[in-house]
Structures are given as C-alpha cells and as structure tokens.
C-alpha cells in the first residue's frame, strides 16, 4: 500500500519561508513525476509545482513561479517544495501527488497516488 506522507506545513507571517517535504513509503519516484497541489477553504485544487523525476525539469504555476521552488533528492526518494516571500493568499493544504509516468502535468487527473495534506497558513 502506498502512502505519502507530506510535512513541513504551519503558520507564518507575510514575507516568511517554509519548506514542504514529501517522502513517500511503498512507492518509489524512480521514472515518475511529482507535483504539488494546494486547495484553499471553499475553492478546487490547484496545481503548483511539478518535477521530472528523472530530468530534474519543473513547471510552475504563475501564481508561485519566482517565489517557489520544487526539487527532489533522489539518494532520500524526498520531493521538497519551498516556499518564499509568502503571502496570505498562499494559505491552503498543500498536497504532494506522484504520477505514473515521467511527463509533467498541471492537471489532478494525472496523477494516482496523493498524500493526506498539510496545512500552511500565512498571516498578514
């Protein structure tokens, strides 16, 4: 059975930093990509960051691109996503997902396997 297990979420000021990590038990990352989603109280998931697995080539969305930054380690089979320059707009759980193949993809459809969330809230 695959589980994620994603941590690192919690409460900070505008302007501050947090680090997302992302370690996964029964699945590896080997030839797969890895995205991060968040979902604020009343609205749909959304795409964040993903990562090739295999190339190390990311996607963002424009909302994050410039503030945020995934990366992976592959000798840890860890995804991390930090996160700087935080805004209160950036307030949600944030979810890691692995797909089944190496290709990137902004959409949740593309991806099987999640974790359970964790929570950043930002205040101003």
């Known amino acids: 059975q695959v589980h994620m297990i994603e941590s690192g979420g919690g409460l900070v000021q505008a302007g501050d930093s947090l680090r997302l990590s992302c370690a996964p038990s029964?699945?590896?990352?080997?030839?797969?990509?890895m995205g991060w989603f968040r979902q604020a109280p009343g609205k749909e998931r959304e795409f964040v960051a993903a990562?090739?697995?295999?190339?190390?080539?990311?996607y963002y969305s424009g909302s994050v691109k410039g503030r945020f930054t995934i990366s992976r380690d592959n000798a840890k089979n860890t995804v991390y996503l930090q996160m700087n320059s935080l805004k209160p707009e950036d307030t949600a759980v944030y979810f890691c997902?692995?797909?089944?193949?190496?290709?990137?993809?902004?959409?949740?459809?593309?991806?099987?396997?999640w974790g359970q969330g964790t929570q950043v809230t930002v205040s101003s």
């Open positions: 997902a692995a797909r089944p193949h190496n290709s990137l993809s902004t959409s949740t459809s593309g991806y099987a396997f």
């Open positions: 990562i090739s697995w295999s190339s190390g080539g990311t």
């Open positions: 029964g699945l590896t990352f080997n030839d797969r990509a």
